[in-house]
């Protein structure tokens, strides 16, 4: 069963950075596209930026501009890099496939963004 292992989180002022990675277990990222997801404290998970097998890349509206989603196939990692980051991005990131989740939720990485 394939395994996603989200780091990279941490505890930011506000217009810091962070480098999410996304570490699967098996060879999943050339059979389906892959997002990051997060959820804010009593929130629902959203979809934040998604990058397709042919490297076509999707980003919701409020991160536009300030994060980048990247892959890299031989590793089978996923990356989010997170820049100019603003109290509203604190949650807990995860990974998975998109557009349809298919696998086992990991643990996720939490980021805070606070002063």
């Known amino acids: 069963q394939v395994q996603l292992v989200e780091s990279g989180g941490g505890l930011v002022q506000p217009g810091g950075s962070l480098r999410l990675s996304c570490a699967a277990s098996?060879?999943?990222?050339?059979?389906?596209?892959m997002g990051w997801y997060y959820q804010a404290p009593g929130k629902q998970r959203e979809l934040v930026a998604s990058i397709s097998g042919l490297h076509s890349t999707f980003y919701r509206d409020s991160v536009k501009g300030r994060f980048t989603i990247s892959r890299d196939d031989a590793k089978n990692t996923v990356y989010l890099q997170a820049n100019s980051l603003k109290p509203e991005d604190t949650g807990v990131h995860y990974c998975?496939?998109?557009?349809?989740?298919?696998?086992?939720w990991g643990q996720g990485t939490q980021v805070t963004v606070s002063s």
């Open positions: 998975n496939s998109f557009p349809t989740p298919h696998y086992t």
């Open positions: 098996g060879s999943i990222l050339s059979v389906y596209g």
